[in-house]
């Protein structure tokens, strides 16, 4: 593991535990740790007062031991990660044996850095393993190649196994790899449960019709007679019953076009009481929800002491970014990391554009020099899907920022004039949950590829 995995594996167990990423104090200490430093450098290093230093890192080992599940401290942090690191390598060897012919690339057929793992301790975290395990994962779409998310599977599965958190929302822009990033978790994870569900919420799914197959599902495997001839119990009754866990993909089909991010459409105000009910009562099962909107009383919920996470997916990294360019045939070009950085690590959009650049032939490298930005046709298509569901407000916000160069602060888009201030603040809030617009410090920004989808729509 090389010095930014090691920062990144410790920003998610610090998130994992926190609800906040690590600080500069804090990573400042993790990378003069790991190169050996004492506290006096690192405080020299950082001008800052060495006890301050001390104490800051005297609470960060805390947190770490507790996600680690040992004692670590700076002198042992090193070996502590790089066991880590061995016990990631062998769960991928057993969990290899264990599913025969099951297709996970990266553990045989990729280098080491875009290996997928399996996180420490997981299947012993939860040692009263269920008797037998009841799984419909009929609508759970099949894992092609898998690269890179090793930080994220080890969230997610520390926030369902070991925190039992009741309800996850898994958030990012399209194509970003939500689905993808869940099904690996679900094949990792599933024995740990006794029912494990897989729907994809599209416009046929009510709540009546969702609850009738859940229940369907579970009077089924407790082989009672016909459902129909049963009382139908609500379906909190068997999350409480039984550990279960249920991932709803494409939960964004529960909500409008044309409104802010979040808003049920009438047919499904339902739904609201029972994610509700999912967070307020107490159970042992999970509820995922894939999408990229998602509810808005789920989105507000970052707090540590709630049943509730909401982990927003980002790109890829360079070296997964790399391999999914050449599983697409472009294996050999010069900059194939101003590429991957300009589509934003965005499996889809790399595997779209790389498709393109094949097919016609086009010197990726005379593309990069003139910051050309390539939009496929289904590279379109798909953005327009989320396009087509903001609201005119968020569009006028959205044509405002692809005019900047540079991001720009919300006192400098109020200037334009068009917008009030209440307004704007709540289409910018509704575009971040919708992962369209990208916050750093007070700064708001588009991403290239979504500023030259807007450029290209007016
Ligand atoms: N970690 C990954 N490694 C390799 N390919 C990936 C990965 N994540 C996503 N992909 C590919 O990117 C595309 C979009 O992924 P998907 O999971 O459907 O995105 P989302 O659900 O966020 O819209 C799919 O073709 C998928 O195979
Ligand atoms: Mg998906």
Request: aromatic fraction near 6%; charge should be negative.
């Amino acid at each position: 593991m090389n010095l930014n995995e090691v920062l990144q594996i410790a920003d998610e167990m610090v998130f994992a535990k926190t609800g906040q990423h690590l600080d500069n104090l804090q990573e400042a200490i993790l990378r003069g740790t790991m190169q050996g430093e004492k506290y006096t450098k690192i405080a020299e290093e950082i001008h800052c007062n060495e006890s301050y230093v001390r104490d800051v890192g005297s609470k960060l080992w805390q947190i770490l031991s507790e996600e680690l599940g040992e004692d670590v401290s700076k002198t042992n942090f090193r070996s502590a990660i790089e066991r880590l690191q061995v016990s990631i390598v062998s769960h991928l060897e057993q969990h290899h044996n264990k599913i025969g012919s099951f297709n996970i690339c990266g553990e045989t057929l990729h280098s080491p850095d875009t290996q997928n793992s399996h996180p420490p301790n997981q299947e012993t975290s939860n040692p009263k393993q269920p008797q037998t395990s009841h799984q419909d994962l009929s609508e759970m779409p099949e894992l092609g190649d898998f690269f890179d998310r090793t930080p994220q599977l080890q969230t997610l599965t520390t926030w369902i196994l070991q925190q039992n958190s009741r309800l996850i929302a898994l958030t990012g822009i399209s194509g970003i790899g939500k689905t993808t990033l869940a099904v690996q978790l679900v094949q990792q994870i599933k024995e740990e449960f006794e029912y494990v569900i897989w729907c994809s919420i599209d416009a046929s799914h009510t709540l009546d019709e969702f609850e009738h197959k859940l229940i369907q599902f579970f009077s089924q495997s407790e082989k009672l007679d016909s459902p129909t001839n049963q009382k139908r119990l609500p379906v909190i009754k068997y999350l409480q019953k039984h550990r279960c866990l249920i991932v709803l993909d494409d939960v964004h089909n529960l909500f409008c076009s044309g409104e802010l991010a979040g808003k049920y459409k009438p047919d499904y105000e339902e739904y609201r009481s029972l994610f509700k009910q999912i967070e307020k009562l107490s159970h042992k099962s999970c509820f995922m929800l894939i999408g990229w909107e998602q509810p808005r009383e789920v989105t507000q919920f970052k707090n540590q002491n709630t049943p509730i996470r909401t982990l927003q997916l980002v790109g890829l990294d360079i070296a997964a970014g790399r391999e999914i360019l050449r599983d697409c045939g472009l294996e050999e070009i010069d900059n194939s990391e101003a590429l991957i950085h300009r589509y934003e690590g965005n499996p889809l959009w790399l595997k779209s554009v790389a498709t393109l650049i094949q097919e016609l032939g086009i010197g990726a490298t005379e593309l990069l020099l003139d910051d050309t930005i390539l939009l496929p046709e289904d590279l379109k298509d798909v953005l327009q899907q989320q396009f087509d569901r903001t609201s005119e407000l968020e569009k006028q916000v959205l044509s405002l920022l692809a005019t900047e160069n540079q991001p720009v602060n919300f006192a400098k888009l109020l200037q334009h004039g068009q917008i009030s201030s209440s307004d704007l603040l709540n289409a910018l809030q509704s575009l971040s949950r919708r992962c369209w617009i990208e916050k750093q410090a007070s700064l708001y920004t588009l991403s290239p590829v979504l500023k030259q989808y807007i450029k290209t729509r007016q």
